[in-house]
Each structure stands twice: as C-alpha cells, then as structure tokens.
C-alpha cells in the first residue's frame, strides 16, 4: 500500500489536523487553567462550567468556516489566517492563565475579536458562508471578554 500523497489527501483533515495541532501546541498547563479555573465568580455566572461545551461548538464552526473558505477560495493565505485566529484564541487563554493577569487576558481576548471582525470583512466577498460560519466566534467572543472582566472585577488585589 502506497502511502498518501500530498494531493490525495483531503484538505478538510490536513485543515483539522492543523487546528488541532495549534489547540494542543498553546493550551495552558492543567496547573495555570487550574488557578483560572480556582477564581471567584459572580452568583450569576453559574454556567461557567459550559463555556469549554460552547469554545468546542464555536471551535467546530471555525472549522467549517475555514474548510468552506478553502473550498471557495483555494488559498492557502486564508487558512492561515483561520489559524492564526485559532492561535491568537488560545494564546490569550494561555497569557490569562499563564501570567494570572486576569484584566489583561479579558482585553486580549477583544483584541483576538478584532481580528476576527477583519477576517470577516476581508472575507465576506469570496465566502459569505464562511463569514455566517464566523459568526458564532463573533457573537461569543465580546460576551466572553466581558465574562472575564467581570472574574477580574472580583479577583483584583485591593
């Protein structure tokens, strides 16, 4: 049996092995996302225990949307980008958790969301449907920061 080539294999998978790569690559240690995960939080935000179920669904729509740009654009330049924006998700995860500065990690977060409002808009002529695919990413990503405002509110030295 012949190994496969290059061109045999499906894009699809070499774009989820790359995501996947980068996931595993920049994810805190269990010790820094342990002292994250140790923070008070208000009363009211009870369902923190879901946000890793919502970051997998927002994470499987990255995907789909990188794999839909691929398929609408060809251009590896766009998948890198899609990358890039997995990278800068999970770096600022790990300066949060990394450098216990939870203020600083809350603002990464927006900026990373910036990003992400760019890439749609330079998107949006050559894959709409990857955009729409973007848009959880979008939606989540400010609530989130504000999430984690609200954990350093709580948590800051006084």
Known sequence: MKPPTPSSVPAWL????????VIITINPSAEDFGWFRGLRRPAWMGFHIWLPMVWLLIYAAVYLGAVRAWEDTGSLLVIACFLAL???V???TWFLCRSHRVGAGSLALLGVWGYGVVLALALWRFSPGAVLLLLPFLLWTPFESFLIWQVWRLNRPR
Do not use: G, K, T
């Open 14 to 21: 070499v774009i989820l092995v790359l995501m996947l790569m």
């Open 90 to 92: 999970e770096a600022s």
């Open 86 to 88: 997995v990278a800068l």
